[in-house]
């Protein structure tokens, strides 16, 4: 079992940053990849960004160079830093981890979330 605890969220105007953290607890050696994901009101959830156990990341297109990934592995903690803020990013940002089994996900671990509001 792994736990995820999300915290960070808050209201910012636009063109501001916000930083989110994921703070991990139980299995973590077996989690192969963390990842971010968002949902916004009326729409389905969406990846983010993630980050593998080598430390290699992956973005949406549309947030590469804005949104960053990293992670803290003293603290078992993830991070996803996010600049240039925009109405449309206010989402409800969860943390996930998955363990992968060949080409397969055979787990996946969701944290509860935390709101973003983006508004001036």
């Known amino acids: 079992q792994v736990q995820l605890v999300e915290s960070g969220g808050g209201l910012v105007q636009p063109g501001g940053s916000l930083r989110l953290s994921c703070a991990v607890s139980?299995?973590?050696?077996?989690?192969?990849?963390m990842s971010w994901y968002r949902q916004a009101p009326g729409k389905q959830r969406e990846l983010v960004a993630y980050i593998t156990s080598g430390g290699s990341t992956n973005y949406v297109d549309s947030l590469k160079g804005r949104f960053t990934i990293s992670r803290d592995d003293p603290k078992n903690t993830v991070f996803l830093q996010m600049n240039s803020l925009a109405p449309e990013d206010t989402a409800v940002y969860y943390c996930?981890?998955?363990?992968?089994?060949?080409?397969?996900?055979?787990?996946?671990?969701w944290g509860r979330g935390t709101q973003v509001t983006i508004s001036s």
């Open positions: 139980g299995d973590i050696v077996s989690i192969d990849r």
């Open positions: 996930a981890a998955d363990r992968f089994a060949g080409r397969s996900t055979t787990a996946r671990y």
